[in-house]
């Protein structure tokens, strides 16, 4: 045998007999390795490291093209795992998980001949509030490795689409984030909340929609000035075109050229779902509901047919406003839908250098104490904030830099951020494992997880296929799910079930609630990781 080596690659000539011993064979094994291991040393002087990986070369059939892809193989993985490392450094401060973990780093190309590295960062939002910080530490941490001679960093963001779609009306499927803002009671500030919520993250690059739901007296049309102010009919697709204002979609029932509805709530209930779900609105990062006030079918109609992410809480200082709102808050919760935010508005002003609360304090403050909702904002009593609405020019977008778009701006980074936290929680919150055969549960906003067997899971059926809705009897018997029944498919069902679809055919709903309530499994076989299986 006899070996070349060049500084850039490996070149082995060989000649075996048949009849060479098992002995020979191993021996030119290590002699070949060790080439490889020496071209790779050469290849990155600078390195600190070196990851062995296990590759099973043979001797007598290599040639010296698979032995130098072999080698470049190999500086390419310790490339990469190089760069993977050195971003794990970056942690997201919502999910409070590396970037790599998250699944953030895309189309990762390494040339470590060059020095040259590109990647793309797919984020969660377009306008995810610090991802100007992430693409400057992914640029630093990867710079700093000493073979790294230039970096170049894309930034993304995840295609808008509801978790859910599939289950969805098509106007809403390509959805990611759906917010209502409410506050149960009128007059208190909500819609001019809501419009400027909408401008806010539409400022921070997101794509962003108006819904006004209240059919009986709608705001939109007074708070923005579109050119085209009526509603547009796509005659082949029977859909709803919405009108635009400075790049924010908007349907409103004041734009369907029948200005305030006069009609009874089953008619208005219809209404507002065929305004909302025939309505192509595109890719949207997140639609802003305006809510109308009260806790009634209009209410409950929206909540049960919109897949809501989040709901914000508008507010003011006063007790009656705080009796209102409370209702809201418990009917979102029963409905699992979280609360994010409150916003208590006209709370104070400023005069002679003191500041004035005219209708008290503590509303805000007690909306979260008591229902444990994370955020407050105070909006202040501002003319121009009253006039904005009227003038159909949102107060953020008439003046970007002043205290109130200051304000909206911290609201809209709470709720992006809220957003995406809970997006995450749900896509996770019960997911199957193969390797134990076994259900993982963790709810969202508890910190608790727990196995379940999943004959256990399909035998607790409560649909009408399981239980006779009349009697109560049991029709799904203990014997007719067989003991190792594994789950084809687990998909979120809002934010407070899962769809479970069996081998079957039969897709059953598991509410959070009763998957609590479960058997769990307790001794659970441990899998044997590939690194500690024994070596062949």
Partial sequence: MRLLQAPASVYVTSQCSKSQSRGGNFLERGILQSA?????????????R???TRRTVNPVSATAASLEADASSLLTIEAENDVLKALSQIIDPDFGTDIVSCGFVKDLHVDDASGEVSFRLELTTPACPVKDMFEQKANEVVSALPWVKNVNVTMSAQPAKQIYAAQLPAGLQTISNIIAVSSCKGGVGKSTVAVNLAYTLAGMGARVGIFDADVYGPSLPTMVSPENRLLEMNPEKKTIIPTEYMGVKMVSFGFAGQGRAIMRGPMVSGVINQLLTTTEWGELDYLVIDMPPGTGDIQLTL?????LTAAVIVT????????DVAKGVRMFSKLKVPCVAVVENMCHFDADGKRFYPFGRGSGAQV??????????DLPIRPTLSASGDSGIPEVVADPQGEVADIFQNLGVCVVQQCAKIR??????VMYDKSIKAIKVKVPDSNEEFLLHPATVRRNDRSAQSVDEWTGDQKLQYGDVPEDIEPEEIRPMGNYAVSITWPDGFSQIAPYDQLQTMERLVDVPQTVSAQDRMPE
Wanted: aromatic share 12%; net charge positive; glycine share 2%.
């Fill in 303 to 307: 909540c049960q047919v919109v897949p």
């Fill in 424 to 429: 995450q929680q749900v896509s996770t919150a």
């Fill in 368 to 377: 979260v104490e008591q229902f444990g909702i994370p955020h407050l904002f």
């Fill in 50 to 52: 070196f990851c062995v």
């Fill in 316 to 323: 003011t200082p006063q007790k009656l406003a705080f009796i």
């Fill in 36 to 48: 490889i291991n020496e071209s790779l040393f050469s290849r990155r002087i600078v390195r600190q």
